[in-house]
């Protein structure tokens, strides 16, 4: 049984959308009022859902207006008073676009089904023994742009139908009886793509609790690498501290094989101040001879990380890992593990049919299994990230993953997702290759150049152990072009061109 397969299990004992789902224990200090275990707890279940926009109030008077611009005082559905009774109760994954009637004058790439705005609303309940941690909600994907308010405060705004959105709600909670009210409107009027993209919060969600100092989502960055003769593990975590003291903790970073053998560890003294965040690094001892990680036996070991203080546990992760080594020549081609390596693969979108873009995990595997048999040893994901469950996967059949950007542009928003994919994805050993972006006009012109220079330093600011690649499909001869900025070119089509 999976780790999603789990959660559903238990949440069927559990009211929906109010009560813990379920919970991951960590280890309990002495002081476990303070620095009890993390709770990750599905948050699948209790959605409401309205097809169509509903608009804001038209504010007349000046104390409406006043009132208006006020935190937690959001008008109209996204009121924590609005009254969503008579909406459809809904379950997510809900991609509300796979029930549209097919209809003529809609767009061909969205199976001429209709998208447009439609509105989520979920209410919670936290008790009085979560006051003093840190909570946070994470929202799988939402397709397209989304508003988020919490207790009719607006606390994000996400801007495209692939990335997370992560949101500390620590400020906004109250507790208790009180209701907490959660609200998501969801603009899926706009395409990101030209191939189905569904709409709606079509993966999963999430509420996190955990101690005021612990490991910030996707926190941990453990991938091995080899130097020499011998491997090491070179260790970067995150810490954050929504605390009122600077505090001071030790990271114990323990490397397990599959049978949970301990068989390396590494040690981080890190202070972390208040409302702030801090990295701790090390690296821990070498190894000379692991299991490694390939297409035929997919070995993964697993890395636990625990903030401590003393004898008690602040916080826990367990992250996967995989020893392989990767390298392309232009003579001879691509190496795996220092073994000639002929990439089979194919590009795969997330959708499929009669469910759209919300697929269970169980089609997923299926699919994975399907293309094992056909001989395919790697994917393409076009051309945007995938669920956390699908990359998992891949690890677990051994499939290598060109995991690509979906948006090509260098500014601060794009930039953001950019990030957020490879801290999210950078521990899988299945990953051999970012790709920045697929076929753009912009691939042969200076100012594509200068783009790609940026989105590529992004990239090996935060993994420097995998390739950077864009998928040219025009512009490869010009003086200056974005293949200058990368350090695979990806070609697409243009067989004529190969030779030259």
């Not at 559903?8 to 109010?18: F, N, R, T, Y």
């Not at 232009?330 to 002929?342: E, Q, R, S, V």
């Not at 972006?437 to 590529?456: C, L």
């Amino acid at each position: 049984m999976n780790r999603r397969e789990l959660f559903k299990c238990a949440s069927a004992m559990a009211v929906a959308g109010l009560l813990p789902q379920v919970a991951i224990a960590g280890t309990n200090g002495p002081d476990a009022a303070d620095k009890g275990p993390r709770e990750t707890l599905l948050l699948d279940k209790g959605w409401r859902f309205h097809d169509g926009d509903i608009a804001m109030p038209v504010l007349i008077t000046h104390d409406q207006t006043y009132n208006a611009a006020k935190a937690g005082r959001a008008l109209g559905a996204a009121s924590p008073a609005y009254d969503d009774s008579d909406w459809m109760e809904v379950t997510l994954p809900h991609d509300f676009v796979s029930f549209q009637p097919i209809e003529n004058g809609t767009n061909v790439d969205q199976g001429y089904r209709r998208r447009g705005i439609v509105w989520y609303r979920n209410h919670l309940k936290f008790s009085d023994a979560d006051r003093g941690k840190h909570i946070e909600l994470q929202l799988d994907g939402i397709a397209t742009f989304a508003t988020i308010w919490f207790n009719g405060t607006l606390v994000a705004r996400n801007w495209s139908g692939y990335n997370s959105t992560y949101i500390d709600l620590t400020p906004y909670v109250t507790y208790g009886d009180s209701d907490n009210a959660l609200v998501v409107r969801v603009d899926a009027t706009a395409m990101e793509g030209w191939w189905y993209e569904g709409g709606g919060i079509y993966r999963d969600a999430w509420i996190v609790k955990r101690n005021p100092v612990h490991i910030v989502t996707d926190g941990v960055f453990a991938h091995p690498v080899k130097e020499g003769d011998e491997w090491k593990v070179p260790i970067e975590v995150t810490l954050n501290n929504s605390g009122t003291k600077d505090k001071t903790v030790q990271i114990v970073c323990t490397l397990l094989d599959a049978e949970e053998r301990k068989i390396s560890e590494g040690f981080i003294d890190l202070t972390v101040p208040k409302l702030g965040n801090a990295v701790g690094k090390a690296t821990m001892p070498a190894l000379s001879d692991p299991e490694l990680w390939s297409i035929e036996t997919p070995y993964r070991y697993r890395v636990l990380t625990r903030a401590t203080e003393g004898a008690g546990v602040w916080d826990e992760v367990t992250t996967t890992c995989g020893f392989r080594t990767e390298r392309f020549d232009a003579k001879t081609g691509f190496y795996l593990n220092d073994k000639p390596l002929k990439i089979k693969g194919v590009c795969l979108h997330q959708d499929h049919a009669g469910v759209g873009c919300a697929v269970p995990e169980g089609v997923l595997d299926f699919r994975l299994r399907k293309l094992k048999e056909l001989g395919a040893n790697a994917i393409r994901f076009s051309h945007n990230a995938q669920s956390k469950e699908l990359m998992d996967a891949c690890d677990r059949y051994g499939f290598l993953v060109m995991a690509e950007n979906r948006n090509f542009n260098a500014s601060p928003d794009y930039m953001a997702q950019l990030e957020w994919l490879v801290r999210r994805d950078r521990n899988h050993p299945c990953v051999f290759l970012w790709s920045v972006f697929n076929e753009e006009p912009m691939q042969g012109t200076k100012a594509g150049y200068q783009m790609v220079r940026r989105m590529s330093s992004v990239v090996k600011s935060l993994d420097t152990t995998r390739p950077v690649t864009a998928a040219m499909s025009g512009g490869l001869f010009t003086p200056l072009n974005v293949s200058h900025a990368v350090d695979v070119v990806g070609i697409n089509y243009q067989q004529s061109q190969y030779d030259p």
